[in-house]
């Protein structure tokens, strides 16, 4: 079992950058990997970004491309979404979630997940 926590949501302006971070305890944490995905008032729950085990691998949606980085610290048992150049369509719940084999982009592919974090993004 993984309990994962999310933290750092708020209300921002469109073009402000936040950082969302994610504690993780229960496993060992190093063995997973992690991802993100947000979920939008009346929008299915969409992948955001991904990091393998490790670190060495990061996968991103499209949409969040060279504004958005993903990272972790296994010594702290930590994941990291910094997001750059908000826009007012990025407002949602973002989930952290913790996936035992490759990272995937779907929701069945994870095996744990956090209670989410609201973002606002605001004009």
């Known amino acids: 079992q993984v309990q994962l926590v999310e933290s750092g949501g708020g209300l921002v302006q469109a073009g402000d950058s936040l950082r969302l971070s994610c504690a993780a305890s229960?496993?060992?944490?190093?063995?997973?990997?992690m991802g993100w995905f947000r979920q939008a008032p009346g929008k299915e729950r969409e992948f955001v970004a991904a990091i393998t085990e490790g670190g060495g691998v990061t996968y991103y949606a499209d949409s969040v491309k060279g504004r958005f980085t993903i990272s972790r610290d296994d010594a702290k048992n930590m994941v990291y979404l910094q997001m750059n150049i908000l826009k007012l369509e990025e407002t949602a719940v973002y989930y952290c979630a913790a996936d035992s084999s490759l990272p995937g982009t779907l929701q069945y592919e994870y095996d744990y997940w956090g209670q989410g974090t609201q973002v606002t993004v605001s004009s």
């Open positions: 229960g496993r060992t944490f190093s063995n997973y990997a």
